[in-house]
T-cell receptor
Framework: LAKTTQPISMDSYEGQEVNITCSHN???????ITWYQQFPSQGPRFIIQ???TKVTNEVASLFIPADRKSSTLSLPRVSLSDTAVYYC?????????????FGSGTRLLVRP | GAVVSQHPSWVICKSGTSVKIECRSL??????MFWYRQFPKQSLMLMAT?????????EQGVEKDKFLINHASLTLSTLTVTSAHPEDSSFYIC?????????????FGPGTRLTVL
């Protein structure tokens, strides 16, 4: 199973750009990288998914280097409501299923 | 798109009773759904993989006779906690797999808070 390593916590201020880096040294050739956001007492919310290079959507960007052993989630101009836990996950395809093994995530605190 | 619902959002029950939690994919079909459990301040722990029309696959250490999973249709999976005890109190979250287009993505439900008295 491909494991991921993220910083336990990060602090930021409103309006700043936040970059959260995740290590996944054992990523498999067919695995995609997916990031989720979770607020207390809620299910994780899909943020972004990518395979290589750069992916951008309306809420975030995902940077993946050529060796794919890490990825960086970039949140532009964070607000207080972005305070949450962010999980980086690498898909593990087993028997055509797609299990996700959650690590500890990164607890982001956005201050005024 | 890709909305997953759970029902109920919270439930309180007496020790020894059984509780059923429903997970529905509202706008897509999902042959595969997943059930997770999350304790306070901890990460999500995968309990089992639910496959439509076949038996669920349980993770190591999860009792299949205690956590019954039924995936009767392409949009519904249920988790029944049988003979619940206080240690089963937790936040249960399901997800549904949206497959296709070369990528597979799990979309999560809002979770169900179970409290066993």
């Amino acid at each position: 199973l491909a494991k991921t390593t993220q910083p336990i916590s990060m602090d930021s201020y409103e309006g700043q750009e936040v970059n959260i880096t995740c290590s996944h040294n054992n990523i498999a050739t067919n695995d995609y990288i997916t990031w989720y956001q979770q607020f207390p007492s809620q299910g994780p919310r899909f943020i972004i998914q990518g395979y290589k290079t750069k992916v951008t959507n309306e809420v975030a960007s995902l940077f993946i280097p050529a060796d794919r052993k890490s990825s960086t989630l970039s949140l532009p101009r964070v607000s207080l409501s972005d305070t949450a836990v962010y999980y980086c996950l690498v898909g593990d395809s087993v028997d055509s299923s797609y299990k996700l093994i959650f690590g500890s995530g990164t607890r982001l605190l956005v201050r005024p | 798109g890709a909305v997953v619902s759970q029902h109920p959002s919270w439930v309180i029950c007496k020790s020894g009773t059984s509780v059923k939690i429903e997970c529905r994919s509202l706008d897509f079909q999902a042959t595969t759904m997943f059930w997770y459990r999350q304790f306070p301040k901890q990460s999500l722990m995968l309990m089992a993989t639910s496959n439509e029309g076949s038996k669920a696959t349980y993770e190591q250490g999860v009792e299949k006779d205690k956590f019954l999973i039924n995936h009767a249709s392409l949009t519904l999976s249920t988790l029944t906690v049988t003979s619940a005890h206080p240690e089963d109190s937790s936040f249960y979250i399901c997800s549904a797999l949206l497959a296709g287009g070369g990528t597979d993505t799990q979309y999560f439900g809002p979770g169900t808070r179970l409290t066993v008295l």
